[in-house]
DNA sequence: TCAAAAGTGTTATCCTTACACCCATGT
DNA sequence: ACATGGGTGTAAGGATAACACTTTTGA
């Protein structure tokens, strides 16, 4: 293997690509350029030392701000973005001719903005994702989808694990997957080039490239994430009362969550400490103000064994 | 950010390195290259269509039996590898030259070899991480950390949160943490470039660069993903026992599992289905062959929500 | 006084864990 | 007979989910 590495080895150009996420007034947003239309992205550079050196680089010349947490979510061949296993194969097109690696970073809004970037909720790109208030959009996706199967089994049972019954169950982390199945139904733009897109693409912004699909990636990978690491905290200031912890938290799951039951879910975990201080000037009685306790960090894995091992 | 893409890109090689496991006799083995010395890797290759599809190509090539489940575990620029945080920056080396694409991917162990590669039990590189039968290794690569952090509190928190106390908890998911520990004091020989190395290196294999890191990034997301997802069975024969799927469990997790708490295990998660037969020929009573049931990649998402959602 | 939000209690149910025990086969 | 591995029962303890309810503030 090693021995051909001189055969016909392809050299390509490196481009970082970041999802910056914060949550702000119970909505996730993510940073993008273009009105919206793309995620930043900048090329890897000489000078830098790392990968992920690189990509905080720029982000922070870019936000002035700096990013607290950043973890990579997957690397692409330029070709074989976006659904390239569906895509009739064409060896005429040859290697791949870019690499584009793609993170995901937690930060909180910036108060400055540059002229060409905004923020903007991850809500606008998948509006079937956020549960938190119905309205009849998932019951009207779901008839398209249906009828796009035409009653084949198989696709309907897809559609059934995914996108869930009337009031059956959610997995809310299986955001890709969605997507995925609604660019097979030629329900979103993106899939224009290489299936028939519907008359009626499913409401959604579209994105340029497979950005959307990235954007996707990171969204699940979030969603996965802060059920077993304290990662919320990243997007929250220092000081903090249970329910804006509770409603960052829904922001992200796109969910609503039980109130008392999930008090005893943090405090379970015992992820946070009373400051002593509290809230006070708005509707309702005050709240005790919070902290995160960073010796957690320390202190466990932060991984359910699950595994019934002995002794 | 984009604008600025033409302004001194980074145009590098990419290489593919892949983490081929498979169990044999309860035994997790990593197929390797220069008697053990380093991963298969490979150049991405003109007509590769896709990151995937390059790999499988010359895995397949390699092995000559196709390997069933792929994934993609990180993705590295070379200055960057091996503890790059932790080395001192040095700007002449200027921008990565390399780019290194790592997989984790599953299969069962090939008869045919050629003379050039090898299986190797993973726990030759990381004897600590078995904990099956206890021998002093623990005991004494607890004391050797003990040693180097010479009573400085942080440095003795991470040692027993790592490697735990003497019967107190173990997390097997922490892999690549309690590699880079053992890096950190000097007491893996890779660590000769950039730390003091100890005058008696714990045991277990070296490997080549940052062979052994990218292994213990494989063994540890595997580890982590055998808890909710079904992969054990790329790793199984099409029919087996219950005791098989243990053993096969156990040895990927290091560590004995509880017969009838595992049983039960499998069972509420409805992962198999008797096939009806037997074995016989064996010590005991005979046992009842299961087979995965594939229908449950499409049922379920496989993630237990663990939010206390309303409703 | 009422709305709004904070916060507590209680129960049924399920899952996990640990322990004990019986079953079927080969030697 | 007994060793070996297969397989079942059960009870304690803890986590979860759904319910109702009290407390403290601002308007």
């Known amino acids: 293997m090693r021995e051909n590495r001189t055969m016909g080895n392809a050299v390509v150009e490196t481009e970082l690509i970041a999802v910056l996420v914060a949550?702000?007034?119970?909505?996730?947003?993510?940073?993008?350029?273009?009105?919206?239309?793309?995620?930043?992205?900048?090329?890897?550079?000489?000078?830098h030392r790392s990968l992920q050196a690189g990509l905080r680089a720029w982000v922070e010349r870019q936000t002035h701000h700096p990013i607290f947490y950043v973890e990579q979510l997957y690397t692409f061949a330029d070709q074989a973005r976006a659904g390239a296993d569906q895509q009739a194969a064409d060896p005429q097109r040859g290697v791949a001719r870019g690499i584009s690696i793609s993170y995901l970073a937690l930060s909180r809004e910036a108060a400055a903005e540059y002229p060409s970037t905004s923020w903007r909720s991850w809500y606008h790109y998948f509006p079937w994702e956020d549960l938190r208030e119905n309205n009849g959009l998932l019951a009207g996706i779901r008839q398209q989808l249906i009828a796009w199967a035409s009653h084949e089994e198989s696709r309907l049972a897809r559609i059934a694990g995914l996108f869930g019954a009337e009031g059956g169950p959610w997995n809310e982390?299986?955001?890709?997957?969605?997507?995925?199945?609604?660019w097979e139904a030629g329900l979103v733009p993106e899939a224009t080039r290489y299936a028939l897109v519907a008359a009626t693409p499913v409401p959604g912004k579209e994105m340029l490239h497979d950005h959307r699909r990235i954007l996707a990636t990171a969204i699940a990978r979030l969603r996965a994430k802060i059920k077993y690491r304290p990662v919320v905290f990243e997007l929250l200031p220092h000081e903090f009362t249970l329910l804006e912890l509770q409603q960052?938290?829904?922001?992200?799951?796109?969910?609503?969550l039980h109130k008392p039951n999930?008090?005893?879910?943090?405090?379970?975990?015992?992820l946070v400490e009373e400051t002593g201080r509290a809230t006070s000037g708005q509707a309702g009685r005050p709240a005790k103000l919070f902290r995160f306790r960073p010796s957690v960090l320390e202190e466990r894995g932060f991984t359910g064994?699950?595994?019934?091992?002995v002794r």
């Open 248 to 256: 960052t938290m829904e922001a992200l799951a796109g969910q609503g």
């Open 305 to 309: 064994s699950k595994l019934p091992l």
């Open 173 to 182: 982390e299986l955001v890709l997957q969605r997507y995925e199945l609604l």
């Open 262 to 270: 999930f008090r005893r879910f943090i405090e379970q975990q015992e």
């Open 23 to 47: 949550v702000t007034d119970g909505d996730p947003r993510v940073l993008t350029i273009e009105s919206g239309y793309a995620l930043p992205s900048g090329p890897l550079e000489p000078g």
